[in-house]
């Protein structure tokens, strides 16, 4: 845990979990600054943050998400089946990222035009602040990305479809007394769903096909014992998720703990990849073990703002793990784990390709 006079960065698990379930943290931004990407679930609190979840959660169900698993399926046969005779791959570019995207366009109900693009324009909104331009260029991915977002709700509108089953026609019809959205908030919760839907997505299959090529033994362990892939997804999200921290939080009174005082008013990083190998908490926490058993991981969060979208990223993690060990023979890296590239800033962790081989089908 360390301080200064804006800032507390906490690592631990315990005051961690502690603190995603304290009111006295506030998710909103400060007075007169905007939130990331508008106003949705994930920059609010109590009570907007109830109205905003609860008309987006009912798509989110696990009776919902399980009843998708068919069509997660097909994609990712159909994904296989395109690499299966090249012997080489990319499980990034040729996986991983276009079955998340599809998977949660087809729920959000985007056109299949333009839905590979638009993850550019989110990668372009994460620029680092340290990064040359960075203003100017997160700014310009902003407009874009809400512009973009804009569009597909007007043409929904305009399509003259009162019902659909996708979730943004269901969302810019949510009637409910008083808890409809504002045009606001409907273009900030799309811009929520839609990249918290592909990025984290694609980071976790990716990480964890990394984590598995890595270690040989576990990968030849996993394949052999299909039955374990529950467990070993939660392994893979607390060895190395998709989310290296919970978003930032405002001290909106003192608040002690740990023996300390965080200052009211300080902006709060609550470190979950850290807290997700906690040696108090985690035996042998940087080691792979997929038949782990014990305390859960902290990687989809905790408390109100627990991840909406955790049952589908899990489930579309199994299908797509389990469809690369079975029909991937002889599957691994092409070349050292140090040659990887990550994607840039400290927020959310994927890697920008991973390049495989295997024996073709």
Same mark, same amino acid.
């Given at each position: 845990m360390s301080t200064d006079?804006?800032?507390?960065?906490?690592? +631990?698990?315990?005051?961690?979990?502690?603190?995603? *379930?304290?009111?006295r943290l506030s998710s909103a931004?400060?007075? +007169?600054?905007? +939130?990331?990407?508008?106003?949705?679930?994930? #920059? =609010?609190?109590?009570?907007?943050? *109830?109205? /905003?979840?609860?008309?987006?959660?009912?798509?989110?169900?696990a009776r919902q998400v399980a009843a998708l698993r068919p069509r997660i399926q097909q994609i990712t046969d159909?994904?296989?089946?395109?690499?299966c005779p090249q012997g080489k791959a990319d499980l990034i570019g040729d996986v991983a990222f276009p079955l998340a995207t599809t998977v949660i366009c087809e /729920? /959000?109900?985007?056109?299949? =035009?333009?839905?590979?693009?638009?993850s550019d324009w989110f990668t372009a909104a994460l620029t680092p602040a340290e990064a040359p331009d960075a203003d100017v260029i997160v700014g310009r991915a902003?407009?874009?990305? #809400?512009?973009?977002?804009?569009?597909?709700?007007?043409?929904?509108?305009?399509?003259?479809?009162?019902t659909g089953g996708d979730l943004l026609t269901a969302l810019i019809?949510?009637?409910?007394?008083?808890?409809?959205?504002?045009?606001e908030e409907l273009v900030a919760t799309v811009f929520l769903l839609l990249g918290a839907g592909h990025e984290t997505t694609v980071n976790l299959i990716g990480n964890a096909m990394l984590a598995l090529l890595a270690n040989p033994d576990e990968y030849r362990f996993l394949r052999d014992r299909p039955d374990l892939l529950p467990s070993a997804v939660e392994e893979f999200l607390r060895l190395d998720g998709p989310v290296q921290h919970a978003t930032p939080r405002i001290a909106l009174e003192d608040i002690n703990i740990d023996g300390m =005082?965080?200052?009211a008013g300080s902006r709060v990083i609550l470190k979950i990849a850290a807290a997700n190998r906690d040696p108090e908490?985690?035996?042998?926490?940087?080691?792979?073990?997929?038949?782990? =058993?014990?305390? *859960?991981h902290l990687a989809f969060g905790h408390g109100i703002h627990h991840c909406l979208g955790a049952p589908l990223g899990r489930l579309e993690a199994r299908i797509a793990i389990n469809t690369m060990l079975t029909r991937l023979p002889d599957l691994q890296l092409t070349g050292p784990t140090v040659g990887l590239h990550w994607k840039p800033g400290d927020f959310l962790r994927g890697l920008t390709t991973l390049p495989v081989r295997f024996t073709p089908m």
């Amino acid at each position: 845990m360390s301080t200064d006079r804006q800032t507390v960065v906490i690592e +631990g698990y315990k005051t961690i979990r502690t603190l995603l *379930t304290d009111a006295r943290l506030s998710s909103a931004p400060p007075d +007169g600054q905007a +939130g990331f990407g508008g106003r949705h679930m994930l #920059n =609010t609190d109590p009570p907007d943050h *109830t109205r /905003l979840r609860k008309l987006a959660q009912k798509a989110f169900t696990a009776r919902q998400v399980a009843a998708l698993r068919p069509r997660i399926q097909q994609i990712t046969d159909a994904l296989i089946a395109g690499i299966c005779p090249q012997g080489k791959a990319d499980l990034i570019g040729d996986v991983a990222f276009p079955l998340a995207t599809t998977v949660i366009c087809e /729920l /959000l109900g985007v056109p299949a =035009t333009g839905r590979t693009t638009f993850s550019d324009w989110f990668t372009a909104a994460l620029t680092p602040a340290e990064a040359p331009d960075a203003d100017v260029i997160v700014g310009r991915a902003l407009k874009t990305l #809400n512009d973009y977002i804009q569009t597909l709700i007007d043409t929904k509108r305009g399509s003259g479809e009162d019902t659909g089953g996708d979730l943004l026609t269901a969302l810019i019809h949510a009637r409910d007394g008083d808890d409809a959205l504002s045009e606001e908030e409907l273009v900030a919760t799309v811009f929520l769903l839609l990249g918290a839907g592909h990025e984290t997505t694609v980071n976790l299959i990716g990480n964890a096909m990394l984590a598995l090529l890595a270690n040989p033994d576990e990968y030849r362990f996993l394949r052999d014992r299909p039955d374990l892939l529950p467990s070993a997804v939660e392994e893979f999200l607390r060895l190395d998720g998709p989310v290296q921290h919970a978003t930032p939080r405002i001290a909106l009174e003192d608040i002690n703990i740990d023996g300390m =005082t965080i200052p009211a008013g300080s902006r709060v990083i609550l470190k979950i990849a850290a807290a997700n190998r906690d040696p108090e908490i985690f035996a042998e926490p940087h080691r792979l073990i997929l038949d782990r =058993t014990g305390p *859960t991981h902290l990687a989809f969060g905790h408390g109100i703002h627990h991840c909406l979208g955790a049952p589908l990223g899990r489930l579309e993690a199994r299908i797509a793990i389990n469809t690369m060990l079975t029909r991937l023979p002889d599957l691994q890296l092409t070349g050292p784990t140090v040659g990887l590239h990550w994607k840039p800033g400290d927020f959310l962790r994927g890697l920008t390709t991973l390049p495989v081989r295997f024996t073709p089908m």
